[in-house]
């Protein structure tokens, strides 16, 4: 079997220390400098970026305004083409009314009519009738009357005795 090998470490000298102390301190230089230089080009593009957003900020204000106030009107005229369809609805169905109750009115007036005419042929049926039955009775009567004076006409007459007086 093999033997494993052991490492070794090695000792570090005063100028190797310092080196190492040296190339620490320039990295903590480079590091420090570094990220304050990206922190400023950080803080203007933050700041650009701002100003971007606080013009598409308002443009956006003023966007979101103009369509609130197309929307407002578009709701402003739709309610008043409600309201006047509203009163042309009113005005038809007073029209309509108008309309029933002038042809209920001449309904009534005609079957009032109707009634009256209906009446006035019932009585002139019942006065037909009664004359009917009048004009029968009446030619009864004269009939016999008339047949009684021809009967008498065609009797014999009779004479009568002349009687004698004395004077």
Do not use: C, Y
């Amino acid at each position: 079997m093999a033997q494993a090998k052991t490492k070794t470490k090695k000792k570090t000298t005063a100028k190797t220390a310092l080196k190492k102390k040296a190339a620490t301190a320039k990295r903590k230089v480079a590091k420090k400098t570094l990220p304050k230089k990206k922190a400023v080009k950080k803080k203007a593009v933050k700041k650009k970026a701002v100003k971007k957003k606080s013009a598409s900020n308002v443009a956006a204000k003023k966007k979101a305004a103009a369509k609130k106030k197309a929307a407002a009107t578009k709701k402003k005229a739709a309610a008043e083409r409600k309201k006047q369809a509203r009163i042309v609805a009113a005005e038809a169905k007073r029209k309509t009314r108008e309309r029933i109750a002038a042809a209920a009115a001449a309904l009534k007036e005609a079957k009032a009519e109707v009634a009256a005419a209906n009446k006035r042929q019932g009585m002139m049926l019942k006065m037909a009738q009664k004359k009917e039955a009048a004009v029968a009775s009446f030619v009864d009567k004269w009939t016999k009357k008339e047949m009684a004076k021809i009967d008498k006409a065609m009797k014999p007459a009779k004479r009568k005795k002349r009687r004698t007086t004395k004077k």
